[in-house]
């Protein structure tokens, strides 16, 4: 089973600025890695697929990259409607798909 | 447009049953794959299973071999997770959502969840 790990666990970024979360594949998943927003009370949304390709509809600031085991969601000039909790997901080698914990996203 | 409705949810006992549905409007359901994943209260996502758009090919998580099952019926647009021997660890927000046209293992569009607390 591939392990994935999210860093940091929280992050604390200013309106405006840049947030860089972190996934970590504990075995190479070559780019077959997505990212998810999921807000409180409601389900994921998708938002990056193919570790850099963004889903129908997500605004260009969320921007994918990685491949092997390192990977990076970056979100530009953050947003308040940014805050939110984002899991990254293996569909390399499956079952089973694999998520990560978990970063959660504040605004200052 | 897309939507996805589950339901089903609530409290039951610990060795019980329970079957979750997952009801699509807008769309086809038997065009599609689907994934079930679940999410204990406060914790991150755990995917759960998936169906192939023909009910050829089923996935399960390790956790849930040999007690959960995915079934359909196409002419209700509507698909079940059957759920057996239930026990705390299955207590989750449960989300059903569709295979990606790009690939399907990726979870796509998720329907809100349905809360699974297994309780005595």
């Known amino acids: 089973e591939i392990v994935m790990t999210q860093s940091p666990a929280t992050l604390s970024v200013s309106p405006g600025e840049r947030a860089t979360l972190s996934c970590r594949a504990s075995n190479s998943v070559n780019s077959n890695l997505a990212w998810y927003q999921q807000k409180p009370g409601q389900a994921p949304r998708l938002l990056i697929y193919d570790a850099s390709t963004r889903a129908t509809g997500i605004p260009a600031r969320f921007s994918g990259s990685g491949s092997g085991t390192e990977f990076t969601l970056t979100i530009n000039s953050l947003q308040s409607e940014d805050s939110a909790v984002y899991y990254c997901?293996?569909?390399?080698?499956?079952?089973?798909?694999?998520f990560g914990g978990g970063t959660k996203v504040e605004i200052k | 447009q897309v939507h996805l409705e589950v339901s089903g949810g609530g409290v039951v006992q610990p060795g019980k049953s329970l079957r979750l549905s997952c009801v699509g409007s807008?769309?086809?359901?038997?065009?599609?794959?689907f994934h079930w994943v679940r999410q204990a209260p406060g914790k991150g996502l755990e995917w759960v299973a998936i169906t192939s758009f023909d009910g050829t090919n089923e996935y399960y998580a390790d956790s849930v071999e040999g007690r959960f099952t995915i079934s359909r019926d196409n002419s209700k647009n509507t698909l079940f997770l059957h759920m057996n021997s239930l026990s705390a660890d299955d207590t989750a927000v449960y989300y059903c959502a569709t295979e990606s046209s790009h690939q399907w293992a990726i979870p796509d569009y998720w329907g809100p969840g349905t809360l699974v607390t297994v309780s005595s």
């Open positions: 807008g769309f086809s359901l038997s065009d599609y794959g």
């Open positions: 997901l293996q569909y390399n080698n499956w079952p089973p798909l694999t």
